[in-house]
């Protein structure tokens, strides 16, 4: 069973910062797109980034130059270094593996995080 274990969420302050992880196995990093999405209270999931196995980055709009997404191949963990956080960051933040003609998409349980003063 696929397992996609998520750490990293918390209450922030506007500005400040927060580094959220995602672990999953070797034979899912090593070949699956992986990326984080978000879900707010009253909206939908929506894509906040992604990386490829190959190492390119896909952003929204809303957080290009805020938030960093990174892979480390060592450690089958995947990275959100998410800086100048806004209190419209705050929401679920769920880790995603998928990639096309393969089993998935697999998602991880959420985070939680709040940006509020």
């Known amino acids: 069973q696929v397992q996609l274990v998520e750490s990293g969420g918390d209450l922030a302050q506007p500005g400040g910062s927060l580094r959220l992880s995602c672990a999953t196995s070797g034979s899912i990093f090593r070949i699956y797109t992986m990326g984080w999405y978000r879900q707010a209270p009253g909206k939908q999931r929506e894509l906040v980034a992604d990386i490829t196995a190959g190492g390119t980055t896909t952003y929204t709009d809303s957080v290009k130059g805020r938030f960093t997404i990174s892979r480390d191949g060592a450690k089958n963990t995947v990275y959100l270094q998410m800086n100048s956080l806004k209190p419209e960051d705050t929401a679920v933040y769920y880790c995603?593996?998928?990639?096309?003609?393969?089993?998935?998409?697999?998602w991880g349980q959420g985070t939680q995080v709040t940006v509020s003063s």
């Open positions: 995603n593996a998928q990639k096309s003609g393969f089993r998935g998409p697999y």
